[in-house]
């Protein structure tokens, strides 16, 4: 992965890597797949609902480390690219207990679905065990199956609220946004008040220049100093 990155990189290119396949959900649903090939027709559909609730509620958690593939996404020019729904599912998988509470679930499904169809195909004189058997079977697969609802709504509330935090997350993003803008907005209004004021300023002192550059200026100067000087003449020591 690093040389490859490292070839487009070489031409200049704007490179991103995504993971993908969470090695112990990937490792899971590989060992499920492989045992479920060997079912009969009848437990295949009990595999496809397990792919099924795979790919609803956990394949997102799996764009993470450790994977056991990467996407490469090399772009000749810089673009406005959004890879926040990507990038944002590079979070840890939920609790690792409810993982293997899950998977743990599953395979128990499969494995019962098997049980269930080798005692269909019992001679008739076990007709009666099959019965008992099947009712114990029946019970602990709806206890399962229980679990997986369980479990299920518990990862859909969790992405729920993960999902609404981001929402609430871009909102007071947006709220910054606006209130930069804001001071931004102030910061150039001030600065125009700023520039009024120093062109009025230049022209008071302009005007004061000329005024005491004057001739009659001149005159008041003098005749002020003329009657500074005959009152400390006439002044008492």
């Known amino acids: 992965m690093a040389a490859t990155r490292q070839f487009f990189e070489g031409f200049g290119d704007v490179v991103y890597v995504l993971p993908n396949g969470y090695v112990p959900h990937w490792l899971a649903m590989i060992c499920l797949t492989c045992y479920g090939s060997k079912l009969e027709d009848d437990a295949q559909g009990v595999l496809d609902r397990v792919n099924a609730l795979y790919n609803e509620f956990l394949y997102e958690l ?3 480390e450790p994977c056991y593939r990467h996407l490469l996404i090399a772009l000749r020019e810089p673009v406005d690219l959004d ?11 939920g609790n690792a207990s409810d993982s293997q509470t899950l998977f743990g679930a599953l395979v128990t499904i499969l494995t019962l679905a ?5 005692l269909s195909a019992e001679p008739p004189q076990k007709e ?15 206890r399962k199956e229980a679990q997986v609802e369980d479990l299920s709504r518990r990862l859909a509330e969790r992405i729920s609220a993960e999902n609404a935090r981001v929402v609430q997350a871009d909102r007071h993003a947006a709220r910054l ?7 931004r907005r102030q910061e150039d209004q001030l600065q125009r008040q700023k520039d009024q004021l120093q062109r009025q ?4 002192q302009g005007q004061l220049e000329s005024v005491t ?22 002044s008492p020591d």
């Open 177 to 183: 946004q606006q209130d930069y803008d804001d001071l």
């Open 128 to 142: 009666n065990t099959l019965a008992r058997g099947q009712t114990r079977l029946e019970g602990a697969l709806a």
């Open 83 to 93: 890879l926040d729904g990507p990038l944002h599912s590079r979070r840890a998988p």
């Open 213 to 234: 550059s004057s001739r009659a200026w001149r005159l008041l100067t003098v005749l002020h100093k003329l009657r500074l000087g005959v009152a400390k003449i006439f």
């Open 114 to 118: 098997t049980e269930m169809k080798r």
């Open 62 to 64: 799996g764009n993470t």
């Open 201 to 204: 300023k230049d022209q008071l």
